[in-house]
């Protein structure tokens, strides 16, 4: 496929080997392997409890793992906490909830991180971040509070903060599953633009119509596991796993 | 004001119309209403003329001690006579100015910090130049002051030196608590833990007494600690472990993923306190903060027990005065009055910043 061989000379930037995660008994994540090559977008889809959240969310140590080795871009990701702060300048992450910092208007939002943790300059985060804002389209809105935004508006004030980052790779943990659904599409349509512009990203949604678009490979998840992987086409009209299928069935059956 | 604006009349026509309908609305709209309103009014009318009369009408106003024999009511002339007493207690009379000054300070200091546009880190080094000035001012021995002790320090002035002093200083100790407490190094967790809970889970007035009478008796030979700054550091320390309690509570109900976003955007662990948790959490917590800070107000007066002489012991010692047949209401009344102003003052400012903060961060 070319898709494939699009990815085929890159670089691996996540890489994920053998990782088993568990909350006291209950074992969430088993057996995971995971390479995610430079540039890759990567949609994870899978039941409600399969893991899929907690999979990405260890890749920056928002949730620890037990075993296995998560390595990102070469670096380790344990227990160490210097290496912990590199990786998350790299790894920035777009939540169900935005999360934005409702005492700190937009553009405060979005300065912040690069002021302290990049420490740059105050002129210079306010000209990314101002570049960033306009990119999602919501560059008037700079002086407001979180809370004066629409939800559809948060989420897009939320992915210009992670770029202010300037980050490697980009984390969704369901990015769209908040919102309404007249604002779902100005969330995904920052996205695809995103995805066309080249950033690694792995995001976990339901929004299958996006997955078909733009993701260069598809995962399954369900009781933790990767049940199937495939690229989108092969993945949706041909899948394998029963479970794939029914979930399938479920999803794409209304 | 909802209930109001739920019946929507038209606000409209003259002034005397409007507030009649007002009271049929809301004062006389059921029999039973009518019945609970007339027996409130009733009630009210009693304990009005009671306090009227014997404050107002019957009362002597003249500076003239000789008035009062006459009069069945207050007594003015007595406040009038003690109140240099109250404010300043045994301060020697002719340097009154500088307890006064001292007050002016605080207080000006206090109304200064009010204002969110001061808010930043030169306001807590200008308190420290502020309380070491307020310091000197009282107890001289530079610029050709005479020296006073700090017993002779009384009245509403030492009232006020611990209550500032002590919400200056026990607002940071409570924050290093509560952030101790919640910390995952053992070590500074178990010691804020039991500073907390040995603090809270004894009386302030046992406190002030340790301070007074148990603490010297650990001191070598020699070295002796002002019994004011004792009683000080007891204060502070009391309400440091009520207060940290409050500023935990805040920073619990701050939600996780705000620690999340802030630990994905690469923050460490105090730009993500002082950024972003202690902001919101602090902004939750303004009403319990006061009330901590109101109580913090009052309990000074507990200073009685171990000697020293604020405003309270000033005012029991005025009532003991032989000159006067006993005019301790009136004595009484006035410090009440003194102590309700601050902290009524105190209360509505909490509800002031609340709402302001709320105002300007939503629509």
Known sequence: MTEQSRLADRESVIQVKKMNKWYGDFHVLTDIDLDVKQGERIVICGPSGSGKSTLIRCLNRLEEHQEGDITVNGIELGDNVKNIEVIRKDVCMVFQHFNLFPHLTVLDNLTLAPMFVLKQPKREAEATAMKFLERVKIAEQANKFPGQLSGGQQQRVAIARSLCMNPKVMLFDEPTSALDPEMIKEVLDVMIELAEEGMTMLCVTHEMGFAKQVADRVIFMDAGQIVEENEPHEFFNNPQNDRTKLFLSQILGH | ?363
């Open chain 2, 1 to 363: 004001m909802t209930e109001n604006t739920n019946r929507a009349r038209p606000i409209s026509g003259p002034v005397l119309n409007r507030s009649l309908r007002w009271m049929r609305d809301n004062l006389f709209s059921s029999p039973i209403n009518t019945v609970i309103t007339l027996l409130c009014v009733y009630i009210i009318w009693n304990v009005l003329d009671v306090i009227v009369s014997w404050a107002v009408l019957n009362a002597s106003f003249g500076a003239a001690k000789e008035a009062c024999e006459a009069a069945t009511g207050a007594c003015w002339a007595y406040v009038h006579d003690m109140w240099r007493f109250l404010l300043f207690g045994t301060f020697p009379a002719d340097q009154h100015w500088r307890p006064l000054l001292a007050m002016v300070m605080l207080t000006s200091g206090m109304l200064l910090s009010m204002n969110r546009r001061f808010w930043s880190p030169w306001l807590a080094v200008a308190w420290i130049v502020g309380f070491i000035a307020v310091y000197f001012v009282l107890r001289g021995g530079v610029l050709g002051l005479s020296p006073v002790r700090t017993a002779q320090w009384g009245g509403l002035t030492l009232t006020l030196v611990l209550a500032v002093v002590g919400i200056a200083f026990a607002a940071p100790l409570a924050l290093l608590l509560a952030l101790g407490r919640r910390s995952e190094m053992p070590l500074i967790k178990v010691v804020c833990i039991v500073v907390i809970e040995v603090f809270r889970g004894v009386p302030l007035i046992s406190v002030l007494f340790m301070a007074s009478v148990m603490f010297p008796l650990f001191l070598p030979e020699g070295v002796s600690i002002d019994v004011l700054l004792r009683a000080q550091i007891g204060i502070i320390i009391f309400q440091a472990a009520y207060l940290a309690e409050v500023f935990r509570g805040g920073m619990q109900a701050i939600p996780k993923g705000q620690y999340e976003a802030a630990d994905s955007l690469g923050l460490n662990y105090w730009q993500k306190t002082f950024k972003i948790i202690l902001p919101q959490a602090l902004r939750l917590v303004i009403p319990p903060t006061m009330s901590t800070f109101i109580s913090l107000f009052k309990d000074t007066s507990l200073v009685v027990i171990i000697g020293l002489f604020d405003l309270l012991a000033a005012t029991r010692a005025a009532v003991n005065d032989p000159m006067w047949r006993q005019q301790f209401i009136e004595a009484y009344v006035f410090i009440a009055l003194i102590y309700f102003c601050f902290c009524f003052f105190m209360s509505r400012y909490s509800a002031y910043l609340d709402n302001d903060l709320k105002k300007s961060t939503s629509h």
